[in-house]
């Protein structure tokens, strides 16, 4: 038998790698620094994108051709800013391959300038206060998933990231305060968010419709949280694509609650979960001003309620009265 020329040049030393295997290994050596609701994300764009195309080929074996035309399909379906990431995270992978020595080179760096420009976006602004009441009349008229319309009423009233609603588990939930674990928090810090009696009342509806699931929004599954676009799909639904995302309701908030002149701007921060950049983040304290906020995201929650409540777009907003005002901040 004749010396195989490919053992002579050492072809066969480095045993086959699959580009899953290698984004395996890649996604396992990051995981432990990304928030879990991220890291869900990264594997599944990967697996619902990349793997049924070129996971089980050998990652030195993968062309630029091949990876082209799997963003392609991303890009037609109107994902250009998602063939975007996809393609970055494609090229982490290879990256890592190459630092492994399971492959020559990234196929994916070359990709970026043959891909498609998003179109500038216009700026969709936060709703205005005298928005709301069209904003809730719209949810009002609007006959989609139940738990979908109660979710996005909970964010409007206690303004958290759509992330730490979506990820929420019921374990979080005790009486009048749900407290968001820290792995699901941009700043990797516990936030406590105050229930004002409105909220409680939409979780207790969430609890019937959840069933058994752990989760609060759970997927069709009942295993796994529902997906990552169903609130911004949901608010689409009700009239507002281009014209708000589920995010601006932190704008708003920020806004009504600091024009009100009511409340500490350090507790409206401290409820918003910014991280003060004077603040030593091992001193952090989600407590903090929890007495005042509580009664901050009551009488937010209040204020929300009049604006669903208005009979006509034109009729003012009843305030409380100034005895009132008292009362509640004594």
Excluded: C
């Excluded at 305060?177 to 979780?203: C, D, N």
């Excluded at 952090?284 to 777009?313: G, I, T, V």
């Amino acid at each position: 038998m004749g010396d195989d020329p490919a053992l002579k040049e050492g072809a066969a030393a480095t045993p086959e790698k699959t580009f899953k295997d290698a984004a395996r290994a890649w996604f396992n050596a990051r995981e432990a620094q990304w928030v879990s609701g991220y890291a869900a994300r990264i594997w599944s764009r990967l697996d619902a994108d990349v793997f049924p195309k070129i996971g089980g080929k050998d990652v030195s074996t993968i062309t630029s051709v091949e990876i082209l035309a799997l963003l392609r399909v991303i890009e037609d379906r109107n994902g250009l800013e998602m063939a975007k990431r996809v393609r970055q995270t494609i090229s982490l992978v290879f990256r890592y391959a190459v630092a492994n020595g399971w492959a020559l080179q990234d196929p994916a760096a070359p990709i970026a300038v043959a891909m498609k420009s998003a179109p500038r976006q216009q700026h969709r602004e936060a709703l205005k206060e005298d928005q709301l009441h069209d904003f809730f009349a719209a949810m009002a008229n609007n006959s989609g998933d139940r738990a979908t319309a109660l979710g996005l009423k909970i964010i409007a009233h206690t303004f958290v990231r759509t992330s730490e609603l979506r990820l929420a588990t019921w374990a979080e939930i005790d009486g009048d305060t749900w407290r968001i674990e820290a792995s699901k928090m941009k700043i990797r810090k516990e936030h406590i968010v105050p229930l004002s009696p409105q909220v409680r009342a939409m979780f207790d509806g969430l609890k019937d419709l959840a069933g058994t699931s752990p989760f609060i929004l759970p997927g069709q599954s009942g295993h796994k949280p529902t997906s990552e676009n169903t609130l911004i799909y949901g608010l689409y639904r009700l009239g507002y694509h281009s014209r708000a995302s589920v995010h601006e309701f932190r704008s708003t908030a920020l806004t009504i609650l600091n024009e009100s002149g009511l409340w500490r701007a350090d507790a409206i921060e401290r409820q918003l979960a910014h991280f003060p950049a004077n603040e030593v983040r091992s001193a952090f304290n989600a407590a903090l001003y929890l007495d005042e906020r509580r009664k901050m995201m009551m009488w937010y929650s209040d204020l929300l309620d009049r604006h669903e409540k208005k009979k006509s777009k034109s009729q003012p907003v009843k305030k409380k009265s100034d005895t009132d005002l008292t009362d509640l901040l004594s």
